[in-house]
């Protein structure tokens, strides 16, 4: 298994349509694509063009997150009695996209792990639920994997014990899927046919 940040976890994503952007494909506005979009396609252009993975920077907030993800990871096997089985980048059968989850659960389940930088956000998340900004990476995890159920988990170890954890379970959505395969199916698209005409620039 390629673990998730290295060189080869990297290149297995590179050039294609990930689960943790999917809300970036998703982004349009009333006149047409938000910036967040358009800026995602130039990216995975790129990648197609020269190769490289454009996503190898790592910021604070990101380097917390993978830090506090082993410990959120046993907290949660501890509460549910679920052991999670890690895994890398998994190809979508037909498209050029992907998922990488924080884990795969027996044959139906899985799991996505927040350990915010802030705890506000996970503050927020105990208040209000899971993110709506979340929704997206989750569902298209259940797309690409065929799952049937994911376990959203929020993880912040710096907050009293018994405000630790948040899990909400989270069920397959057929009607969002379909219609979420059917904007990546556009987007891939429209990659291509930016690819094609940068190209043909001499």
């Known amino acids: 298994m390629d673990a998730q940040g290295s060189v080869e976890w990297f290149q297995a994503r590179c050039g294609k349509v990930t689960a943790s952007r999917l809300k970036d494909v998703l982004a349009k506005i009333k006149t047409g694509e938000a910036a967040t979009r358009r800026n995602y396609k130039a990216q995975i252009v790129v990648e197609r063009l020269t190769g490289v993975a454009q996503e190898t920077y790592t910021n604070a907030a990101m380097q917390y997150g993978t830090e506090?993800?082993?410990?959120?990871?046993?907290?949660?096997?501890?509460?549910?009695?679920?052991?999670?089985?890690?895994?890398?980048?998994?190809?979508?059968?037909?498209?050029?996209?992907?998922?990488?989850?924080?884990?795969?659960?027996?044959?139906?389940?899985?799991?996505?792990?927040?350990?915010?930088?802030?705890?506000?956000?996970?503050?927020?998340?105990?208040?209000?639920?899971?993110?709506?900004?979340?929704?997206?990476?989750?569902?298209?995890?259940?797309?690409?994997?065929?799952?049937?159920?994911?376990?959203?988990?929020?993880f912040d170890g710096r907050m009293p014990a018994n405000l630790q954890m948040y899990i909400k379970r989270i069920e397959r959505d057929d009607k969002y899927i379909s219609d979420l395969e059917a904007e990546v199916i556009a987007f891939l698209g429209e990659v291509s046919d930016l690819e094609t005409k940068l190209k043909e620039i001499k």
């Open 68 to 154: 506090a993800e082993p410990q959120a990871r046993s907290a949660y096997e501890f509460r549910t009695d679920l052991l999670v089985n890690e895994v890398s980048f998994i190809q979508h059968k037909n498209l050029l996209a992907g998922c990488s989850p924080d884990g795969l659960i027996n044959d139906l389940g899985g799991v996505e792990i927040k350990c915010p930088f802030q705890s506000a956000v996970h503050i927020e998340t105990l208040l209000n639920g899971v993110p709506s900004e979340h929704i997206a990476q989750i569902q298209g995890s259940m797309w690409i994997t065929g799952r049937e159920w994911w376990d959203f988990v929020s």
